[in-house]
């Protein structure tokens, strides 16, 4: 069933939901507005100072911070779609959104001066909060800006509203607010923990719904007519992915952020991997067409697996995070298999490729790719007898250059790396191993 019709939720979690018309997402919405400034957080207030810990307490206004930036940003970073969309079903339903979105901002602002004291007015409130905010959060929504100031500059290009559909309904919402939400949801049912808020979050979570529908089902269209628009949704999100993995990164990489509610990383990691795949997938976007889904093996092992290996990238430094890398062994095992995974992808555009690939870093043990071997494409430690192409450079620069940090032209041209071999075999590189 693609609406549930006791909470009026959509199905956005399962890849075979069928689609529901613009003019029904509407009317749903006709149907359940409901009011942020009536909802009572007179027990939240209580439980707020009575039910919870510091470190909870912590925690939580992590979380809003998220949210209450992000709901006052979706709200202004909107209206540019709806002068880029052409049907009237579209506008309005765009049009329900924002004050749905609005209406989210005026949730969150209410809870956090009412229940946590925090902040006067909307912007005292919004500037006190954003003092939480992290650099992949930040990343994130400077480039929604972005996207959205491009799109109200050309409303008639395609390719820049399929770019911003996949920013802001497939990443932001469809991704890191679903499972915010959801994390925020369960563990409020869970534990009967803040009565007001757990309504409020449940009622902003269907309307979040109808949203992520709309622009699963508007991104389809485009993708299915346009391998423009294709190209551009791939191209954004090969671009945000790696910061919206340090959204769900607490400050200082302290996870006791996340464990503080009984959740482990990898949970938060796997359910947002998860999420995000299904979406594209109904959007007409294969996980094997997305560089940066590619690297975390999302087009061969389950979200679990692949939430590991994003763990240990961020942890590493490598993605999600300004940090500089720290190249731990787990932190090179997490960066081989990427780069295992990505030779494997690229593999089929080479077939007769057979060659060996060293790396020597100054400051950490060497390793080597196998490509062409049976079986698929080997990384192993040591150094290998007759390497086709050796690169030399500190561990971290490698970290750097793998995270898109630093870029290869510029490393080789300062020196910061260094190749030797076959050089001419150098140049398919960028083919053969795409950053
Ligand atoms: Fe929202
Ligand atoms: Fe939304």
Known sequence: MAIDT?????????????????????????????????????????QWREGLDDSQRRAFLWNYALFLDGEESVTVTLNPFMQAVQRYEDRIFLATQIADEARHHVFFDRFLREVAGIGTSYAETLDIMRQGLTWGYNQVF??????????????????????????YHLVVEGMLAHTGQHFMRDYC????????????????????????????????????????????????LNKVLPWAAGVFTPPNLDWSYIEAFGYTP??????????????????????????????????????????QLALALVEGGIIGTAAPPRMTAATLDALFTATRYVADWTQPRHPDLDATIQWLFDDAPPRYLVLGATGGTQVVQGRAATPRLTLRCTAADW?????GRLNQQQALLSRRLRLSGDLRFALRLPQILPV
């Open 189 to 236: 049912t869970k534990h009967t923990m803040l009565p007001g808020f757990a309504t409020g979050i449940n009622l902003v979570a269907r309307d979040e719904s109808r949203h992520i529908a709309f622009g699963i089902q508007t991104l389809r269209e485009l993708v299915a007519n346009s391998a423009d628009c294709k190209r551009a949704a791939i191209a954004e």
């Open 6 to 46: 006791t909470t009026g939720m959509i199905d956005i979690d399962s890849e075979a939901a069928p689609t529901v018309e613009q003019d029904r997402l509407y009317r749903l919405w006709e149907e359940g507005n409901w009011s942020a400034k009536s909802l009572d957080f007179s027990q939240d207030a209580v």
């Open 399 to 403: 970290g750097r250059i793998a995270g």
């Open 142 to 167: 400077t480039e929604l800006d972005r996207v959205a100031d491009q799109l109200r500059l050309h409303p008639d290009r395609p390719p820049l509203l399929a770019q911003g559909l996949a920013i």
């Open 266 to 307: 990898a949970e938060v990691f796997a359910f947002g991997l998860r999420s995000v795949v299904t979406k594209l997938r109904r959007a007409g976007i294969a996980p094997d067409e997305v560089l940066a889904l590619v690297k975390l093996g999302a087009h061969r092992t389950p979200p679990a697996e692949q939430a």
